[in-house]
Each structure stands twice: as C-alpha cells, then as structure tokens.
C-alpha cells in the first residue's frame, strides 16, 4: 500500500534554532515529491518540489533532500523564525496516485 | 491574480440536512480537487475532476458529490450530512494531472450536530 510517513508528529524550538523534518514513503513507482507549508486556518502552500534525480533543494531557509533509494526525503530549517510555525506537510506522487502525509506540527518559540 | 476561493469559510448544520460547499477558481486549471483535513490524518481526496462533465471518486467518497459543469467550478455536496462529516473541507487545483503543484482554497470548517 502506497504511504507517506512523518515524523516527528510536532516539535518545539526555540526561535533562531535550526530543525528537521523527516518524510520516508513507500509510494511506487515515484514521480516527486512536495513539501508544503500550511499556517493554522489556512490551505498549503507548496514550498519546494523534489524529483527523482535530485538530492538537494533549497528554498530560503528551506532546504529539502531526497534519497530515492531509501525512499526518504528531509525538510531542513535555518535559523527559525516565529512565522516558520505551521504545519508541514509531504506530499508523494506516483504514476497515478498522490499521498498525503499527515504532517509535522512545527511551533517556533521566542 | 489568479486565485481560489470556498466558501462558506465556516457552517453549522444538522443531521440529515443536504450541505453544498462552494469552490471557484481563476486560475483556468482542469484539475480540481475535494479533500477532508481530520486530526491525525492527512489530506483525504474525497472527490476530483480533470475537467468539464469529467468526476472521480476518491478514496472517501461516500455519503459526497460533485458537478463539474464549467472551467471554474466544482461545488461539493454532502447529500444526507453526518455527524462523522464534521471536519475541514479544502477545495484546490492544478495544471498538470502528474507534476503540477497544488493550489488550495482557504478551507470550509463543517459542524454536523
């Protein structure tokens, strides 16, 4: 069964602190994978898309890896700020499936 | 700019009444798409549609339709509401079938009593 796991399921830091996120999945074949951003009462935002032939991705202070070998993809942020608390959220493509994970709840503290 | 927009943002109803949520989209894309965002789960594709008079089921369809009469619209609607629909509903859209990303609408929080 294609899945999209997230860990951790939410995740204090102090503000200027750097974190990670992990997304490992087993949805096959692969087309790409996203990781969206969505702020309490509102929709996802995507953030950053990654495909099979790339490993490294950044978008500010955003930087997304994926290992396709191991089917595991990582959402690095630096330097957090107080506006960087929110939900993430991987999201898996296959050929003709697309898999949600249920996201990181992330809560940046001053 | 182009955008997508649901309304109403917040609704509370009872049992047994018919529910429609709205969706409309200018950002001229065939792909709409219908998903319930409960705690600990994700998105759930409830219903989606590549295009005019074209609708799909997703994998939480029961008890849920949808229409697709033009480009823009995609109105969801639950025919019979239960209290196991209350959730938030996210209506979005894309370009592509396989790559696009996804764009979403502000979402619609029900309340079935």
């Known amino acids: 069964k294609n899945q999209v796991e997230q860990s951790p399921q939410s995740l204090i830091i102090l503000e200027g602190k750097n974190c990670t996120l992990q997304?490992?999945?087993?949805?096959?074949?692969?087309?790409?994978l996203r990781w969206y951003k969505q702020d309490t009462g509102r929709g996802p935002v995507s953030l950053t898309i990654?495909?099979?032939?790339?490993n490294t991705k950044s978008n500010g202070r955003y930087t997304a890896t994926l290992d396709a070998d191991t089917k595991q993809s990582s959402l690095h942020i630096t330097a957090s700020q107080l506006s960087d608390s929110a939900s993430y959220i991987c999201?898996?493509?296959?050929?003709?499936?697309?898999?949600f994970g249920a996201g990181t709840r992330l809560t940046v503290k001053p | 700019d182009a955008e997508i927009t649901q309304s109403p943002r917040h609704k509370i109803t009872e049992t047994g009444r018919q529910v429609t949520l709205a969706c409309h989209q200018t950002?001229?894309?065939?792909?709409m798409f219908w998903y319930r965002q409960d705690l600990g789960h994700g998105l759930r594709l409830i219903h989606y549609?590549?295009?005019?008079?074209?609708?799909n089921k997703g994998e939480v369809s029961d008890g849920y339709s949808v229409s697709r009469s033009n480009t823009e619209d995609l109105p969801l609607t639950l025919e019979s509401a239960a209290s196991s629909q209350t959730s938030v509903y996210f209506c979005?859209?894309?370009?592509?079938?396989?790559?696009?990303?996804?764009?979403f609408g502000e979402g619609s929080r029900l309340t079935v009593l």
């Open positions: 979005a859209s894309s370009d592509s079938r396989n790559t696009g990303e996804l764009f």
């Open positions: 997304c490992n999945y087993t949805v096959s074949p692969f087309s790409n």
């Open positions: 950002w001229n894309h065939n792909n």
């Open positions: 990654m495909t099979f032939s790339e």
């Open positions: 999201v898996v493509r296959g050929d003709n499936d697309m898999r």
């Open positions: 549609s590549y295009g005019v008079q074209d609708t």
